[in-house]
């Protein structure tokens, strides 16, 4: 069965700082990785996506994400953290154990606290 | 575009009543999918309709349904509401071909 795993509940960096948010997951075949990013009491907004190609996938707001096959790792970066990025992070993978399907399974989340 | 929007925002209802929530997925956007949201669950995968038909559909129990209209507007419906089932109702909406899915802002309902 197809998992993602988020291992820290939260990560703390300072202003201007690069930032990592860890992912790893577990799938049978190719994953389809995303990140996705919450703010309070607001819905889901994509930030990025691995598919295929290069492991360095670029998104919005100055994030990217390293793909890692070998450590069946995906994790989230950003060169220098904004206060403004602080929020809930998740991480998904697409359920591909049935074909033609949208499903996303989340990991927990991660919150992301940036310091002035 | 507009962005997918959801309706009603929040909601309180009582045990053993029903609800219907509503979403409207992005223009030209087909499949749409229906997650629940919970302090302690996390995101959980409720179903997904593509062309008014159920694609896809999450470990949840027969209160929980769903319908999608030629408009490709979604519903569902939670009946015998229990106090577990408050949380934020999520809707996403997806072009076909293209793996990410846009997200409405959600419907949060408090089960007392």
């Known amino acids: 069965a197809q998992s993602v795993a988020q291992p820290e509940d939260q990560v ?3 202003e201007g700082n690069p930032l990592t948010v860890k992912c790893t997951y577990s799938v049978s075949g190719n994953p389809y990785l995303f990140w996705y990013v919450q703010y309070p ?25 390293e793909f890692n096959k070998s450590q069946t790792s995906f994790h989230l970066k950003k060169p220098s953290a904004l206060v403004s990025d602080s929020a809930l992070y998740f991480c998904a993978v697409r359920d591909i154990s049935s074909s033609n399907t949208g499903k996303l399974i989340f990991g927990q989340g991660t919150t992301l606290q940036v310091k002035p | 575009k507009a962005g997918v929007t959801q309706t009603p925002r929040y909601l ?16 030209g956007h087909r ?7 919970t302090p302690g669950q996390g995101l959980q995968f409720l ?3 593509f062309s008014e038909t159920q694609r896809n559909k999450g470990n949840f129990p027969g209160r929980f349904s769903g319908r999608q209209f030629s408009n490709s507007r979604s ?16 809707c996403a909406s997806s072009l076909e071909g293209h793996y990410e899915q846009y997200f409405g802002p959600g419907t949060r309902l408090t089960v007392t």
């Open chain 1, 12 to 14: 703390n960096v300072a």
């Open chain 1, 41 to 65: 009491n607001r819905g889901l907004q994509f930030l990025l996506k691995y598919i295929t190609g290069d492991n360095l996938v670029k998104g919005s707001y100055g994030f990217e994400a």
């Open chain 2, 47 to 49: 179903f997904e309709y």
């Open chain 2, 12 to 27: 309180i209802k009582t045990r053993g009543q029903q609800v219907t929530l509503s979403c409207s997925p992005i223009s």
């Open chain 2, 31 to 37: 499949s749409v999918s229906w997650y629940q949201q």
């Open chain 2, 75 to 90: 519903e569902m419906n939670v009946s015998t509401l229990e106090l577990g089932d408050s949380a934020l109702y999520l």
